[in-house]
C-alpha cells in the first residue's frame, strides 16, 4: 500500500496521511460503543446476542457476495461490520435471528453490493435493511409489544408511541435528563442520547463525519416541533422531547452522515439534514409510522443527487 | 375535501408512479439522462392536464346525457392521442433534439397507463371541474417529480460498477421499488 522506499523521483503527493475506509469504519464503531454498551447492559445478552449475530451476519453476506460476483473480498475494510452494528443499534433487544438475518442481507446486498459496493450506494444500506422489515414485519417494531418482559427500573413505554396515541398527557413522566442518560425503551444503541452525543463530537472533531449535516438535521427537528408544539402544546410534544426520543441522535451523527449518500458541497448539505429533520417531525406527528427517521432520511437520499447540482462556480468560469 | 389536500395527497401520498403504480413504462425508460427525463415530465404534465379536464367536459355533457358511459375508454384514449399527436407534432418542429431524445416514449404516452388511469380516477371519484382540474395537475406533478428524482439517481448509478447481470434496466426496477419506499414516508398524511 504505502511505499517504503525513500529514494524514489515522483509525482506529488509524497506522504499519506494514513486515514483509509477501514480508518472511518473502526473510528465510526469506537464512536458507537458507548451507546451500545449501554444497550447490552440494560438488555443483557440478548442484546449482546442481536448485535453479535448482526455483525457476523454482515460480513458473512459481503463475503458470500464477494465470492459470487468474483470481486476481491471486502470484509477486511470493516465497511461490513458497521453497517452491522449500526442495524443491530437500532433493533430491539427481542429480533429474532431471522430477523436479523433477513435485514442484513438487505442491507449489504441489497443496498450496498449491487450498486457496485462501498462509495456507490445511493442510499444508505443501513436504512434500506431496516425500512424492508419495518414495511414487512411490523409487529416486530412495536416497542411496548416486543420489550413488555423487561424492568429496567423506568416505565417501558415507547415514548413517541405514548405521545402518538396519548397526546403529550402520556409523556409527562419522561424527563429530558432521564431521556439523555437512557431512561426509555426503544432499540439497542438508540436510547442513550449521552452516548451518541460523544460519539457523534468525536467523528465530528475527528473529521469522519460533516458537522453542516447533524447540526443542520437537528435545527430541523428542533424548530419543526417548536413549531407543532406552539400551535397544539396538549396534541405535539415539545422539542427537546423530539431531540432525545427515537432515532433522532443516532440519525444525526451515524445514519445521515453516511458517506455516498450524503452531500458534498455546504449549502447541499444543510438542505439535506434539514430537510430529513422537518421530514422526521412531520411523519411523527401527522404521517401513519411512530418514528420518521428512517424514511425522511431516505427520502432526503433520493433527492441528495438534485441537491449535488448546486455546486460553487468553476475557476475562471464567465457568465 | 380542500384543494391544498388534493394537491399533497395528489403529489406526495398518492403519487401515481410511486403509489399507484401506473405508468412506469416511460418512468424506467426515459430517466437515464436528465434532459429527457425533465423533458418527459413537461410532455406528461400537458398532456395530463389538458386530457384531464377535456375528458371531465365530453363525460358530463356527451357521453352522461346520451347514455353512451360503456363508451368511456374508446373516448378518452381517442382524446389522449390526439393531445399527444398535438405534443409530438410541436416537438418535432421546435424542439427536434427532445424529439430525437424522446424517442418512442413520446407516442407511448398514448398508451400511459398514468394520463389514462388519472382521468378514469377523477371521474370515478366524481369530482367537480375545479377539483378534477387540480387532482390532475397534483398526478401530473407528481408523475414528474418522481421522474426526475429517479433519473437524478439513475446518473448516479451509471457512473458506479454494477454487476454484469444487474446493469441497466434491472438495477433501474430494483431502485424504482427502492424508490416507492421511500415515498411510503408520506403515507397517511392526509
Redesign the interface.
Known amino acids: 500500500m504505502l511505499n517504503h522506499n525513500k529514494l524514489i523521483v515522483s509525482h506529488a503527493p509524497f506522504w499519506h496521511n494514513g486515514s483509509s475506509i477501514s480508518t472511518r469504519s473502526y473510528h465510526t464503531m469506537i464512536a458507537a460503543l458507548p451507546a451500545v454498551l449501554m444497550g447490552i447492559f440494560q438488555y443483557g445478552p440478548r442484546a449482546l446476542g442481536v448485535v453479535s449475530l448482526s455483525i457476523s451476519f454482515a460480513i458473512l453476506w459481503e463475503l458470500a457476495i464477494n465470492k459470487i460476483?468474483r470481486r476481491t473480498v471486502s470484509i477486511g475494510d470493516g465497511n461490513a461490520a458497521l453497517i452491522g452494528l449500526l442495524f443491530a443499534m437500532l433493533l430491539p433487544a427481542t429480533s429474532p435471528w431471522w430477523l436479523v438475518a433477513t435485514g442484513t442481507f438487505v442491507a449489504v446486498v441489497?443496498g450496498k453490493?449491487?450498486?457496485?459496493?462501498i462509495?456507490?450506494n445511493?442510499?444508505n444500506p443501513v436504512l434500506?435493511g431496516f425500512?424492508?422489515l419495518i414495511?414487512a414485519w411490523r409487529d416486530f417494531f412495536d416497542f411496548n409489544e416486543v420489550l413488555v418482559n423487561y424492568d429496567l427500573g423506568f416505565a417501558m413505554v415507547y415514548p413517541l408511541a405514548a405521545v402518538k396515541h396519548l397526546g403529550t398527557a402520556g409523556i409527562e413522566s419522561f424527563s429530558t435528563a432521564g431521556l439523555l442518560l437512557g431512561q426509555q425503551s426503544g432499540g439497542i444503541g438508540s436510547t442513550f442520547g449521552l452516548g451518541l452525543i460523544f460519539g457523534g463530537m468525536y467523528l465530528i472533531a475527528r473529521g469522519f463525519i460533516r458537522w453542516e449535516i447533524s447540526l443542520s438535521f437537528l435545527a430541523g427537528v428542533f424548530i419543526t416541533a417548536l413549531l407543532f408544539n406552539l400551535n397544539n402544546s396538549n396534541l405535539y410534544a415539545g422539542p427537546f422531547f423530539h431531540l432525545f426520543t427515537g432515532y433522532t441522535l443516532i440519525g444525526a451523527f451515524f445514519l445521515a452522515p453516511e458517506d455516498s449518500s450524503s452531500p458534498v458541497n455546504f449549502i447541499p448539505m444543510l438542505i439535506y439534514g434539514a430537510g430529513a429533520g422537518v421530514?422526521t417531525v412531520?411523519?411523527r406527528n401527522?404521517?401513519?409510522?411512530v418514528d420518521?427517521v428512517v424514511?425522511?432520511i431516505?427520502?432526503m437520499?433520493?433527492?441528495n443527487?438534485?441537491c449535488d447540482?448546486i455546486r460553487p462556480k468553476a475557476l475562471g468560469k464567465v457568465g | 375535501m380542500g384543494y391544498m389536500e388534493i394537491l399533497i395527497g395528489g403529489i406526495f401520498v398518492n403519487n401515481i408512479l410511486l403509489a399507484q403504480f401506473l405508468g412506469n413504462c416511460p418512468f424506467l425508460g426515459t430517466s437515464k439522462k436528465m434532459e429527457t427525463a425533465v423533458g418527459m415530465a413537461m410532455a406528461v404534465v400537458f398532456v395530463l392536464v389538458l386530457a384531464g379536464v377535456i375528458t371531465w367536459v365530453l363525460y358530463a355533457f356527451f357521453l352522461v346525457p346520451y347514455k353512451l358511459v360503456y363508451m368511456r375508454t374508446i373516448a378518452f384514449i381517442l382524446v389522449i392521442a390526439s393531445l399527444v399527436q398535438f405534443v409530438e407534432m410541436f416537438l418535432k418542429k421546435s424542439i427536434p433534439a427532445l424529439y430525437a431524445g424522446l424517442g418512442i416514449f413520446l407516442p407511448l404516452i398514448t398508451t400511459n397507463c398514468a394520463v389514462f388511469g388519472a382521468c378514469i380516477l377523477n371521474i370515478d371519484k366524481e369530482l367537480n371541474f375545479m377539483k378534477t382540474l387540480v387532482q390532475s395537475t397534483a398526478y401530473a406533478v407528481g408523475f414528474g417529480l418522481a421522474l426526475?428524482?429517479f433519473a437524478?439517481?439513475r446518473?448516479?448509478?451509471i457512473?458506479?460498477?454494477?454487476?454484469k447481470p444487474?446493469q441497466d434496466t434491472s438495477?433501474g426496477l430494483?431502485?424504482a421499488g427502492?424508490?416507492s419506499?421511500?415515498?411510503?414516508?408520506?403515507?397517511?398524511?392526509i
Open positions: 460476483t441489497i453490493h449491487i450498486y457496485g459496493g462509495g456507490g445511493p442510499f434500506i425500512a424492508i414495511a421530514m412531520l411523519i401527522i404521517g401513519s409510522y420518521g424514511f425522511a431516505l427520502l437520499n433520493l433527492i443527487p438534485l447540482k | 426526475i428524482l437524478g439517481v446518473e448516479r448509478i457512473l458506479a460498477r454494477v454487476p444487474l438495477i430494483v431502485t427502492i424508490l419506499l421511500t415515498f411510503y414516508a408520506f403515507k397517511g398524511m
